[in-house]
């Protein structure tokens, strides 16, 4: 398995765009050695006390080990965090000579504690952040420039190829994408057990497109089903509904954005689309049925919290390949997982939302950025943060996917992360028990059936309309949740209203600023239509 995983990379690299698989025997191998050889003796460049990069001078690896400080996702503590710190830094230093000092934070600490970091220019290396921060970074002169430092990067290079470049801002790479699924999809997660004593399956929902509103009424059928099997029990749910499904390029924050799938070159306001009404209306009669709770719009629960809890039949959320494991595990229950926005989109925003920084307080971003390549082929690495230390946070069951031991679960583990998907590379690592063996193939396979938007590499610079930004999403706070789930008493006048806000907030200044730098982008890169 360990193998097949490396050789899917390799080829994926070879043919980026193409973004093929391939399939190999199951023996073992290190995955961290040869690659830590390729970094020492290739020619690459290496920073200078100017700043300026060598592409005839090889890193010298050797003598005192460089120490690098790596912010990472955690949500384990205590002893089981200390060993594996502890060999993290031990497999470092043994394949690379580097030390490594791992800078763990929580989703409550992560934000404050980076921002103090960068603000101060405190000791860091490597951290990861959203590409919304991305602007502010490199005005700030927080971060460096990935594209000094691409001699470093061979293998992550040969995993994304051309795709590095949706991690521009400009003219400046600040981010690395997290090795994740790619396209933008939205489903509704219903419980298996449910919809088959009520007669339906997956294949009955095979048309459900928003290009065709009235695809949508068997969910109707279904949610009249449940509510007259199970009259206390909630339809749908969750924080997110249909009219946040994306068919579209949100070219990063959804204020102007390109339709019919990123297959234009025109920003313009969804918002005021007759799709966006389309879906609107959907959710306001499955609101005034009763299917969605009274609550909807102010309950702050997760559709994964109310399914568990097991007064849920379903809920709207973002989905990919092995959405029906991860809820299994979220949930308990048995889900069937029903794809509702048609063909997925893939645009910059797939690649870059979340991702990786090389931090300007870094000493040596030179090798830094070896590091990250180090890292980002590491088997070992992913494991460890991940997963915890073998033997004792997890074990290697009969079939090749890591599983706790004998005795621990998910209520008495020790070290446990399960965020692979804000990991550099998780594909390199052990697959968790319960996912399909498959499960990157499915991944890429996923990517190679989207749909790529005519926007792929760009990323717009909100600098200049970031008051209007604040002022929109303002507005969004005020509307959006209303208006999801059809809260409203009449869809036209509820939507008019919305887009009058955003408009008075400065949305067409953000979409004239938008399209004015995909003008620019698409000169510069010869795809202008």
């Known amino acids: 398995m360990k193998k097949r995983i490396i050789c899917a990379l390799m080829a994926a690299g070879i043919a980026a765009m193409a973004l093929a698989?391939?399939?190999?025997?199951?023996?073992?191998?290190?995955?961290?050695?040869?690659?830590a050889g390729d970094t020492a003796s290739a020619s690459q460049p290496e920073t200078a006390e100017s700043g300026e990069t060598s592409a005839e001078t090889a890193i010298d690896m050797e003598g005192d080990p460089y120490h690098v400080v790596f912010m990472y996702l955690?949500?384990?503590?205590?002893?089981?965090?200390n060993e594996v710190a502890e060999a993290v830094n031990a497999l470092s230093l043994e394949e690379i000579n580097m030390e490594t000092e791992l800078l763990p934070v929580s989703y409550g600490t992560w934000a404050s504690t980076l921002q103090t970091m960068l603000a101060s220019n405190e000791r860091l290396d490597l951290f990861f952040d959203t590409v919304a921060n991305a602007p502010t970074s490199i005005s700030s002169g927080y971060i460096a420039d990935w594209s000094d430092y691409i001699g470093q990067l061979p293998n992550v290079v040969e995993y994304y190829g051309d795709e590095m470049e949706a991690g521009r801002v400009g003219d400046f790479m600040a981010i690395i994408g997290a090795v994740k699924e790619r396209p933008n999809n939205s489903g509704i997660i219903c419980r298996t057990d449910i919809m088959e004593e009520l007669g339906y399956s997956?294949?009955?929902?095979?048309?459900?497109?928003?290009?065709?509103?009235?695809?949508?009424?068997?969910?109707?059928?279904?949610?009249?089903?449940?509510?007259?099997?199970?009259?206390?029990?909630?339809?749908?749910?969750?924080?997110?509904?249909?009219?946040?499904?994306c068919t579209y390029d949100s070219l990063s924050d959804g204020f102007g954005v390109l339709e019919d799938r990123g297959q234009t070159t025109t920003v313009t306001n969804w918002y005021e689309s007759q799709q966006f009404k389309d879906l609107v209306s959907i959710s306001k009669r499955w609101y005034d049925a009763g299917y969605y709770s009274a609550d909807a719009v102010t309950n702050q629960d997760t559709g994964e919290t109310l399914l568990k809890a097991g007064n849920l039949f379903s809920f709207f959320v973002g989905i990919k390949p092995n959405t029906a494991q991860e809820k299994l595990a979220q949930t308990g229950y048995d889900v069937t997982v029903i794809p509702v926005a048609g063909q997925t989109v893939y645009s910059s925003y797939g690649y870059n939302a979340f991702g990786w920084y090389l931090a300007n307080a870094s000493e040596d971003k030179a090798k830094a950025a070896?590091?990250?390549?180090?890292?980002?082929?590491?088997?070992?690495?992913?494991?460890?943060?991940?997963?915890?230390?073998?033997?004792?946070?997890?074990?290697?069951?009969?079939e090749g996917f890591a599983a706790?031991?004998?005795?621990?679960?998910?209520?008495?583990?020790?070290?446990?992360?399960?965020?692979?998907?804000?990991?550099?590379?998780?594909?390199?690592?052990?697959?968790?028990?319960?996912?399909?063996?498959?499960?990157?193939?499915?991944?890429?396979?996923?990517?190679?059936?989207?749909?790529?938007?005519?926007?792929?590499?760009?990323?717009?610079?909100?600098?200049?309309?970031?008051?209007?930004?604040?002022?929109?999403?303002?507005?969004?706070?005020?509307y959006q949740k209303t208006l999801w789930f059809g809260a409203v008493d009449n869809v036209d006048e509820a939507v008019q209203t919305y887009n009058d806000a955003l408009y008075g907030a400065g949305l067409q200044k953000i979409i004239d600023e938008k399209q004015t730098q995909l003008n620019a982008w698409l000169e510069a890169n010869g795809s202008a239509e």
């Open 202 to 245: 997956l294949e009955d929902f095979a048309d459900v497109d928003p290009s065709n509103p009235a695809s949508y009424d068997i969910f109707d059928e279904m949610f009249a089903a449940v509510k007259e099997a199970y009259p206390d029990m909630t339809a749908i749910a969750g924080q997110q509904a249909l009219p946040s499904l």
């Open 404 to 478: 706790y031991p004998d005795g621990m679960d998910g209520t008495n583990y020790r070290y446990h992360n399960d965020l692979g998907w804000i990991y550099p590379n998780q594909t390199v690592g052990h697959i968790w028990q319960g996912n399909p063996a498959n499960i990157w193939e499915m991944y890429e396979e996923d990517t190679a059936a989207a749909v790529k938007s005519k926007a792929f590499g760009f990323t717009y610079d909100p600098t200049n309309v970031t008051d209007y930004v604040i002022a929109c999403n303002a507005v969004n706070s005020q």
């Open 74 to 81: 955690n949500i384990s503590e205590g002893e089981g965090y």
């Open 21 to 35: 698989s391939c399939g190999g025997d199951s023996s073992s191998s290190s995955s961290g050695s040869s690659a």
């Open 370 to 398: 070896a590091y990250y390549n180090w890292v980002f082929q590491s088997e070992a690495f992913h494991d460890l943060i991940n997963w915890g230390i073998e033997g004792t946070d997890w074990v290697e069951d009969e």
